[in-house]
């Protein structure tokens, strides 16, 4: 039996996001080799969307330590902390910033496993996200369609391939759709940047309401993401909470938050203009629809969903229409609705088993974008992180030394509301008055 499956394994998430700190520690426990013992730390990279308690609360993912750092600070931590895995689980400049620190500070030493991937459907920058997830041990596909995707762009640049693991979403799973609910509820999954006009999320939000009042018997939720002043993945400038204020709503209209698998366990039908929740909802067989209503776009995303049989608009809901996904292309998908979920898993374990027991430790991380194949790109990258193009910190980058005192603390939270109230009220203000 491989020494990576009878050893008590330490394994380290970074994350940017509530939904990436989601995807990142869900991926390592599941990845972890079979019958090994599992320590997990959390590092939360600050920034913009850094999650608030509500949301890691939310996301419900326990961790044996979580705590906010900078890039700089993680990387020092890497160097006084011994992980068998990292999951990075960042957006795609932070993950080559990262990689790119990392190499330089564990050089050709001892070092962990790296994995990395998406949180969901992949849909736009393909080719960008992937060049710059490049250099983990493991790139993680979330479903057959993508694995086959993410080999092309690697072999149609040159770039080894064999890093591309195939798997699934980590977070499927709960008891499968039996029938109609009393009442029949009808749950609106809402996304934080698709659409992004005050027009389109106006005219989702007044289809929403309408059918509530269509159906007075069915309940129907408007699943929100974030509460105001909260950030996710995505930037949201326009909360559905602000555009529902002081309309006139129906008695079985309301908003929810909470766990998307725990409000799925109530739903008879999932509407969505492209959120992976509808993922979610067919892995569980739960009736779901991808909406038209706003065209078929790759701005919107939901052009993914082609083929599914899921595509319909709000006229089609209101008269009744219920959806028969496409089998074929619900397994192209790594949905798994067939029960092969089980084993998704297996073959990213059994590699990340054989890494860890490598004779000579693992070489040097590798990424394809260096100073030679991206001069013009790549440093750029790596400044916004504070570091130079060699990997390593650059001189004035952020104190490591310390946590920060009360006074820098209360400046971070001020700056960081700042910074939401620009995204939210200022933005769309001086792009209105841009259109006049």
Not at 102 to 121: D, I, Q
Not at 293 to 311: K, P
Not at 404 to 425: F, L, T
Request: charged letters at 25%; one cysteine or more.
């Amino acid at each position: 039996m491989p020494a990576s499956a009878t050893k008590s394994l330490r394994v380290a998430v970074l994350a940017d996001s509530d939904t990436r700190w989601k995807w990142g520690a869900l991926t390592a426990q599941r990845v972890a080799p079979s019958g090994a013992g599992f320590r997990l730390d959390g590092y939360l990279l600050r920034g913009r969307a850094t999650p608030t308690a509500r949301q890691l609360a939310e996301v419900g993912v326990r961790a044996d330590s979580l705590r906010e750092v900078t890039g700089i600070e993680f990387l020092r931590a890497m160097t006084e902390e011994s992980y068998d895995i990292l999951v990075l689980a960042l957006v795609g400049g932070g993950v080559q910033a990262m990689l790119h620190g990392l190499r330089n500070a564990w050089g050709s030493g001892k070092r962990p496993v790296v994995v990395t991937g998406y949180v969901g459907v992949v849909y736009e920058k393909l080719a960008d996200g992937l060049l710059l997830r490049h250099g983990a041990d493991l790139v993680l596909a979330n479903s057959a369609h993508d694995a086959d995707r993410f080999r092309a762009v690697y072999e149609g640049v040159g770039a080894d391939a064999s890093s591309v693991t195939e798997v699934a979403l980590p977070f499927l799973g709960g008891e499968p759709y039996t029938g109609e609910h009393e009442p029949y509820t009808v749950v609106f999954a809402a996304q934080p940047s698709v659409p992004d006009s005050r027009k389109d999320r106006t005219y989702l939000l007044g289809r929403l309401i309408e059918h509530a009042r269509k159906h007075p018997e069915r309940e129907v939720l408007l699943k929100l993401r974030s509460k105001p002043g909260e950030h996710t993945t995505h930037i949201e400038e326009l909360p559905y909470q602000k555009l529902v204020q002081g309309k006139d709503l129906p008695a079985n209209f309301r908003l929810v938050y909470g766990h998307m698998g725990e409000v799925l366990d109530r739903t008879d039908l999932l509407v969505t203009v492209s959120s992976t929740a509808a993922l979610e909802a067919l892995h569980r067989r739960v009736p779901t629809v991808v909406l038209t209503d706003l065209g078929v776009r790759e701005v919107l995303g939901n052009h993914h969903f082609t083929g599914s049989g899921c595509l319909a608009s709000w006229d089609q809901l209101d008269a009744g229409h219920r959806p028969a996904p496409n089998e074929e292309w619900v397994a192209r998908q790594g949905v798994a609705a067939d029960g092969s979920y089980a084993t998704a898993f297996d073959a990213a374990r059994e590699r990340i088993a054989k890494l860890l027991d490598r004779p000579g430790g693992l070489p040097p991380l590798n990424p394809y974008y260096t100073t030679e194949t991206a001069p013009g790109y790549l440093p750029g990258i790596l400044a916004r992180h504070h570091l130079g193009p060699d990997g390593a910190p650059l001189p004035g980058a952020p104190a490591t030394d310390k946590e920060p005192g009360p006074v820098r603390q209360i400046v971070r939270r001020a700056a960081r509301g700042a910074y939401r109230h620009g995204v939210q009220r200022v933005a769309p203000v001086i792009r209105r008055m841009g259109e006049l």
